[in-house]
T-cell receptor, first 110, second 117 residues
Framework: DAKTTQPPSMDCAEGRAANLPCNHS???????VYWYRQIHSQGPQYIIH???NNETNEMASLIITEDRKSSTLILPHATLRDTAVYYC???????????FGIGTKLQVIP | GAVVSQHPSRVICKSGTSVKIECRSL??????MFWYRQFPKQSLMLMAT?????????EQGVEKDKFLINHASLTLSTLTVTSAHPEDSSFYIC?????????????FGPGTRLTVL
């Protein structure tokens, strides 16, 4: 799986959009970009994934650059409950293990 | 989304005893499940891949005789920490993905906090 690079920490004001970047410059053509988050002392939670096109669901939006070397996870209106560690992962399904980096610790500030 | 459960959520045991942790996929079948552990302020580290009906595949440095994995059905995998010691105290997390689904999203359990005294 390709490596990813994320900033170790970010702050975001409550109610504002949180934009979490991820660099995956060595991504291969058949590798997907997945985002998970882990709230303290809980298991990781799936957020969203994509291959080439931008994706949106009820939790977030995923913007993937045209060259696929980077992506941004957008939480449109961050709440205090969004405070968590966010992991950007690149992998080839199916049935492949998920390798976690250190992620980005997002702190939503009141 | 798909739900993965773990039992127990928290366990405290004496040094030298064995502890079994269950991981269940509640609303889907999973040919493959994964076991992770997470030490404080660290990321998740993959321990092993659990395959239904066959032997588990362990990551380098993980002792297969100490961390016994059984994947007896398409909805249940168990991790047994044998002869646990204080250094085995950690947060153990399993994951699974629905069999036969193309996008292969991994769903994670809530984790089991093991404390060995």
């Amino acid at each position: 799986d390709a490596k990813t690079t994320q900033p170790p920490s970010m702050d975001c004001a409550e109610g504002r959009a949180a934009n979490l970047p991820c660099n995956h410059s060595t991504i291969s053509g058949n590798e997907y970009v997945y985002w998970y988050r882990q709230i303290h002392s809980q298991g990781p939670q799936y957020i969203i994934h994509g291959l080439k096109n931008n994706e949106t669901n009820e939790m977030a939006s995923l913007i993937i650059t045209e060259d696929r070397k980077s992506s941004t996870l957008i939480l449109p209106h961050a709440t205090l409950r969004d405070t968590a560690v966010y992991y950007c992962i690149v992998r080839v399904p199916p049935g492949q293990k998920v390798t976690f980096g250190i992620g980005t610790k997002l702190q939503v500030i009141p | 989304g798909a739900v993965v459960s773990q039992h127990p959520s928290r366990v405290i045991c004496k040094s030298g005893t064995s502890v079994k942790i269950e991981c269940r996929s509640l609303d889907f079948q999973a040919t493959t499940m994964f076991w992770y552990r997470q030490f404080p302020k660290q990321s998740l580290m993959l321990m092993a891949t659990s395959n239904e009906g066959s032997k588990a595949t362990y990551e380098q440095g993980v002792e297969k005789d100490k961390f016994l994995i059984n994947h007896a059905s398409l909805t249940l995998s168990t991790l047994t920490v044998t002869s646990a010691h204080p250094e085995d105290s950690s947060f153990y997390i399993c994951s699974a993905s629905p069999s036969g689904v193309g996008s292969d999203t991994q769903y994670f359990g809530p984790g089991t906090r093991l404390t060995v005294l």
